[in-house]
Structure formats: structure tokens, C-alpha cells
């Protein structure tokens, strides 16, 4: 199970003078689940087109069961990819798309290799029937093999490129947003389908996405990605409840992220208050960001809490309410199931463990203050818009 | 609002009755009456005379088609490969003989394969022609060996006459270019190549670069790539380039007029001798029109059948 299969060793990358990717270094274990998670222009297709053997890294390596891989081409690479738009060939049906890797003839793989006879081998027909066949009842599309690509819906064409991808039987399947294109509902089925195909085939799933939820959902593990640089690697668990830096905070889930001063092991202090918290090992009053979670924060009535605020606004959410109050100026984001109106004063309870200290970092006060609430939380969702900047961002870097 | 807009297309309407559907129909007509406008189908009867026309006419289009389309597939490959600045200089290197008038680029290839143009005096310079003739000398001598030893024992054999030729020209001092196929194929091969060109390159400049990706990540290598993804979508690029290549090769008549000398007679020139010439007959000109005519509208038929499934898919 924690085999390692890939590692990525000091990956650089650079188009032109930009660097994309800065000192990466990553191990993938066989049979895992990993996600790398970011926001567009982060790297994260680019770490995966050098896995895929689409780019090569401008320095460092690529380490494959423990072979350097660098100059292998893709297509003598034991990776199979699902493409962002799926990639199938319009030119052929369901079956012949995903037969498409095993009608080629491979070089035969005999112990010796004597001379330079490279004798190629073909899959007999028979035995191509029986896996496209097999492979496409695993993505539940029976019954589908003569319909062409364009007769398919995009949640079909989505299943024909993973079958397409699996029939190969390849060590590690990489999936570059694969999911971008589907409506909210379709994701959500296509995650749980997803996650239950890699356990059924029992192999590595490199998968890239923006999305945190589709992230912390299917993830074994998560790679959180910015400006080219690995900011966190964690199972989804340590990702959300220990973020690393304040973008992590930020980009995983909702935070309030706050400046304060860790005056001893367990004690912070902001709003001019010190508060008991769980973490320890910082040096005296050394300036740190504070995280909180918006669903850990208590509202009590005004003169129990702890720090007292105004109700600025309210947006019904339908599990909860989103409640902005409003802390001598500074905005939180608070989810809570009982409604507040705009103008109340409430007070707030903070336990402990609702309080996660991190190391201040360049992104120290760009991120967690929801003073521009409505803009910042819509830019979050509107996961069209992110899409298509990504698009730009992967044309600029062909070639 | 619909009506107001179909109102636009009128003019195109009128146009294409006066000058397209009118034509073909006084054409018919022609094609169906004799020089006194009774009603008759000999001048179909008469149309075996002509067989080595049309077998000519075909037959060099044909090769001319094929020649643009290995010229033109790989330029366009290479071109849609390329950067924008590669592409530019191509297009416009392309495109440049094209803004001068066609008459005048063929009477500048008459003038370049002529006996003693440019060409040959080239080749006389650079001893081309020495070598050409010396070659000729020993071929000569080898179908000569052949003709004695070998042959004349198969010959005995099987009482046959088979020989080989012994008389290539030895003593040329120019190359004669001009007024053979050779030269009408080159002429259309020029003329035509960028309507070759340019819908093949359409077609793989807008093709998906990650069905290339795709393909090779399944494990295809650059040939099997070609084959089975690039290929087969460029192939509606392919069949409008050979339609536009081949349609207007099939009915030239200045190229062989030109560039042939009047050897090479095509059916071109043979309307244009019904028509305007010394074999004036303007009714079986019309019936040659229109056999002409129906089997090019049967070739491109059977080849747009052919690559029918392709194109639906690329219009994806």
C-alpha cells in the first residue's frame, strides 16, 4: 500500500523566463489517491504533464520505481492520462476509442533482447473485445460500444475517457480536471464513481482540480499548489484542521485569519485578549496568523462572549447562515444554524481547539478578512470562470 | 422579421439563374439537338471518338492531383506544426503567385522549359545534359547487351519479338520539356498547389493538439499517431484540396494549350475547338460539356460518400 512509485526530486520548470513550477519535490505512493489542489496558474497541470511525460522538467528529475523517467516519451511511459476536455477521437465510436491503446502494436517485452530486432505484438481481437468490454461495464456505459463520441452526453464522454485511460492497465492514471466540464450534480456522482474505481482497480490516481471540495472528498492525499511551489501536503484531514500558511487556510474551506502573538506554549493573544489554544513550539511573542473556522465559532448572547460584534450581513445557505459580524473593524464570517439580524450585537465563544496558529508567510494578511465579503465568496464558486482562465493558461504553455 | 431577411438573398438568386442554372439548361439543350435544333442523341453517339481525350484528361488531372496532394499534405503539416511567424512567411510565399494573373506565371514556364530558356541553358552550364546523354549511352549499350544475350534467348524460347530500346538520344543539346506531359502536369502541379494547401492546412492548423497528446499517451508513437488520429481527421482538408485541385485540372485548357503545344490535347481544349475553333460544332461541344461534367460530378459524389463519416465528425 505505501509503496512509493513516483518521485519528483528539486522539479523545475520554466517557459521562457517564468517559472511555473519552482523546486518541486513530491512522492506519489502506489495505490494512492493524490490530489493536487491550487488555483489556476499554480503548477499543478504542469506538475502533471511532466508525470505524463508531456513536458520536461527544465531541471531536476523524475523517478519512476526508482528510474529516472526524464526523457522517457509518453508513450513507452507505464501513465495513462484522462485529458481536461477528454480528448476522445471524434472519428471513431465508444469501442474503438477505448481499444484505441490496445489495437497498438507494443515491441515485445521478451527477457533477452538480442540484436536490434524489435519484433512488434499485437493483442488478438478477441482479447481487445473482452477488456473494452469489461472496462466499459466498469464505468457502467454497457451497451454503448457503436455510439459515436458526439451521440454521448458529457458525463458519458467522461466515462469513455477513463475507460479509455484504464484499458491500458496502467500503473498510474492521471486525471487533469476531469470533472471541470459536468454540472454540480454530475460531479458529485462522478466523484463517488471515480473514488470507486480507483479502489476496485487498486492503482495510483493522480488527480488535478481547483476545486476543495472534489479535493477533500476523494483525496487520500492533497498537495496544495501556488506560484509553482508545493504550500502543503497532508491527508485532507491535517489539510483543513492544520493548514500550513494562510493561503492554505484560505483556499481550503472558508477562515477568519487574524494576526496574533503567541506569548507561550498554548496562549495567543489578538483583539487585545489572550485566548488558550492547542499549539506550542513558537518562540515567545513571536507575531503569528490565527485561524479560525467559521461553523467553530459559538454565538452567544452579548455579555457571555468573549469578544462582542455587530451583524453586518446575513446570506441563508440552507444547511446554515453565512453571518458577517463585524470586530472593531474587522470582518469575520460566521456559520451557524440560528439566524441573527443584521444590527444585533452578539458575543462569541472560542474553545481551544477552534484556534489554529500558523507561522506569519508571504501570504500574512492577504487572505481571511471578509470586509469584501460578497465578491471574494462568488469569485470561490463560480467555477466556470476559473475553468476557462485555466484553459489560457494551458494554451500558453503548449509547446 | 425572417421574410425581411430572405430578401437579402434575391440578388444572389437572380445571379445564379442568369448565369449558372440558364447556362447549364442551354447547354442541355444544345447538347440534345443537332445544328438545325431538331431533337437527336447523336452527339452522345459521337462521344467514342474522343475516348483518348478523356482518358488523357483524366489521367494527367489525376497525377497532378496526386503530386499536389504529397507536395501540399507535408508543406501544410509542417506549416500548422510551425510557430505564427513560420506560418506567415509560408502563407504569403504560398499565396504570392497567386495575385499575378495565371496566364502570365504559365507563359513564364514556357519560357523557362523552352529549348534553349533558362532551364536548359542551366543544365547545359552545370553538364547536366552531357550527363544525361552519356547516361542515355550506356542504357543504350545495356538494352543492347540485353537485346543479344538474354532476350533473343526468351525470344527463341517462346517466339516472341520482344526488344528493348536501343535508341535513346545521345548527342541532345538541350532537354525537350516543353510540349510534353511532363510539362502540362508541372503547369497544373504550380497553378493548383495552393488549393491543396490551404484546406488541408485549415483543417490540421484547428485540429486539437490533445487528441495528439491523447494518442500518445496510450502508448502510439509518432508514425502511429499520423495514421490513426491526424490523418483520418484531416481527411475532409484532403478531400476538398483534391476536389478543388482536381476539378479545375480535369477541364484546363490553356495549361495544355500552353505548356502542351497542342499534343496534349484535353477536353478543354477540345470544347474550345467545338466552340471557338476550326472544329466548330457548338452541339457536340455542349454534349462533351456535359458528359465532362457528369463524371466529375460522379467522382467528387463517390468521394464525398467516402469520406462522409470523417467530415461529420470534424464538424464536432
Redesign the interface.
Known amino acids: 500500500m505505501s509503496k512509493e512509485l513516483i518521485r519528483l526530486v528539486n522539479c523545475s520548470m520554466a517557459f521562457d523566463d517564468e517559472l511555473v513550477l519552482d523546486n518541486i519535490n513530491l512522492y506519489i505512493n502506489d495505490s494512492e489517491f493524490l490530489t493536487l489542489l491550487g488555483p489556476s496558474g499554480c503548477g499543478k497541470t504542469t506538475t502533471l504533464r511532466i508525470i ?3 513536458t520536461t522538467p527544465t531541471a531536476g528529475e523524475v523517478l519512476f520505481d526508482g528510474v529516472r523517467i526524464n526523457d522517457v ?4 511511459r507505464q ?3 484522462v ?3 477528454y ?5 471513431l465510436n465508444v469501442f474503438d476509442n477505448v481499444a ?2 490496445l489495437r ?1 502494436p ?1 515491441a515485445e517485452e521478451s527477457g533477452e533482447t538480442k540484436g536490434r530486432k524489435k519484433k512488434k505484438v499485437k493483442i488478438p481481437e478477441s482479447e481487445i473485445k473482452e477488456r473494452v468490454m469489461e472496462m466499459l461495464e466498469v464505468v457502467s456505459l454497457k451497451g454503448f460500444e457503436h455510439r ?3 451521440e454521448l452526453s458529457g458525463g458519458q464522454q467522461q466515462r469513455v475517457a477513463i475507460a ?2 484504464l484499458v ?1 492497465r496502467p500503473k498510474v492514471l492521471l486525471l487533469d480536471e476531469p470533472l471541470g466540464a459536468l454540472d454540480l450534480r454530475l460531479r458529485k456522482d462522478m466523484q463517488n464513481e471515480l473514488k470507486r474505481i480507483q479502489q476496485q482497480m487498486g492503482i495510483t490516481f493522480i488527480y488535478v482540480t481547483h476545486d476543495q471540495e472534489e479535493a477533500l472528498a476523494m483525496s487520500d492525499t492533497i498537495v496544495v499548489m501556488d506560484q509553482g511551489k508545493i504550500q502543503q501536503i497532508g491527508r485532507p484531514e491535517d489539510i483543513y484542521n492544520e493548514p500550513k500558511n494562510a493561503f492554505v487556510a484560505d483556499f481550503i474551506g472558508e477562515s477568519n485569519i487574524l494576526d496574533g502573538i503567541m506569548h507561550e506554549d498554548y496562549v495567543v493573544e489578538f483583539f487585545n485578549r489572550k485566548f488558550r489554544c492547542l499549539d506550542k513550539g513558537f518562540a515567545p511573542m513571536e507575531p503569528v496568523d490565527v485561524v479560525i473556522r467559521p461553523e467553530d465559532i459559538d454565538i452567544v448572547p452579548e455579555d457571555e462572549g468573549q469578544l462582542k460584534g455587530t451583524v453586518t450581513a446575513v446570506t441563508f445557505k440552507g444547511v446554515h447562515y453565512d453571518t458577517i459580524v463585524d470586530f472593531k473593524g474587522f470582518k469575520w464570517l460566521i456559520q451557524t444554524t440560528e439566524f441573527h439580524p443584521v444590527g444585533q450585537t452578539i458575543g462569541i465563544v472560542l474553545n481551544p481547539d477552534d484556534i489554529h496558529i500558523m507561522h506569519k508567510s508571504q501570504y500574512s494578511g492577504m487572505f481571511g478578512d471578509y470586509s469584501s465579503y460578497s465578491e471574494e465568496y462568488d469569485e470561490m464558486d463560480d467555477v466556470t470562470l476559473l475553468d476557462e482562465e485555466d484553459d489560457e493558461e494551458d494554451r500558453d504553455h ?1 509547446e | 422579421m425572417r421574410n425581411k431577411r430572405a430578401l437579402f438573398v434575391i440578388p444572389y438568386v437572380g445571379w445564379m439563374t442568369l448565369f449558372v442554372v440558364a447556362p447549364i439548361i442551354i447547354v442541355v439543350i444544345y447538347a440534345l439537338t443537332t445544328a438545325g435544333g431538331e431533337f437527336t442523341l447523336s452527339n452522345f453517339a459521337r462521344m467514342g471518338t474522343y475516348t483518348s481525350v478523356f482518358v488523357r484528361s483524366f489521367e494527367l488531372a489525376i497525377i497532378a492531383t496526386l503530386i499536389c496532394l504529397l507536395i501540399g499534405y507535408p508543406l501544410a503539416y509542417v506549416m500548422a506544426k510551425e510557430g505564427p511567424r513560420f506560418q506567415r512567411i509560408a502563407m504569403v510565399l504560398i499565396m504570392l503567385p497567386m495575385w499575378m494573373n495565371f496566364l502570365l506565371r504559365t507563359y513564364a514556364w514556357m519560357s523557362l522549359l523552352e529549348n534553349n530558356g533558362l532551364l536548359n541553358q542551366a543544365f547545359s552550364a552545370l553538364g547536366i545534359i552531357d550527363l544525361g546523354n552519356a547516361i542515355n549511352g550506356a542504357l543504350n549499350s545495356f538494352c543492347a547487351w540485353l537485346n543479344n544475350g538474354l532476350l533473343e534467348w526468351i525470344n527463341g524460347l517462346f517466339g516472341s519479338d520482344f526488344l528493348l530500346n536501343t535508341a535513346r538520344p545521345t548527342d541532345q543539346t538541350f532537354f525537350r520539356m516543353l510540349f510534353t506531359q511532363g510539362a502540362v502536369v508541372l503547369g497544373m502541379v504550380y497553378n493548383y498547389l495552393p488549393f491543396m494547401v490551404l484546406p488541408i492546412y485549415s483543417v490540421l492548423v484547428k485540429m486539437d493538439n490533445s487528441l495528439v497528446e491523447a494518442a500518445r499517451d496510450l502508448g502510439a508513437n509518432t508514425t502511429y499517431v499520423f495514421r490513426k488520429v491526424i490523418f483520418p481527421l484531416s481527411l475532409p482538408g484532403v478531400l476538398s484540396g483534391v476536389t478543388m485541385v482536381f476539378v479545375p485540372a480535369v477541364s484546363t485548357f490553356a495549361i495544355s494549350k500552353m505548356l502542351g503545344g497542342g499534343t496534349q490535347l484535353m477536353l478543354g481544349d477540345l470544347i474550345e475547338m467545338l466552340f471557338m475553333g476550326s472544329a466548330y460544332n457548338p452541339n457536340l461541344g455542349a454534349a462533351v460539356s456535359i458528359v465532362m461534367m457528369l463524371i466529375v460530378v460522379v467522382c467528387m459524389w463517390v468521394m464525398n460518400r467516402f469520406g462522409e463519416g470523417e467530415e461529420q465528425a470534424v464538424m464536432l
Open positions: 505524463g511525460g508531456f516519451p509518453p508513450h513507452l501513465v495513462n492520462t485529458f481536461q476536455r480528448a476522445l477521437f471524434p472519428h484505441f491503446g497498438i507494443k459515436h463520441i458526439t479509455r485511460a491500458n503548449e
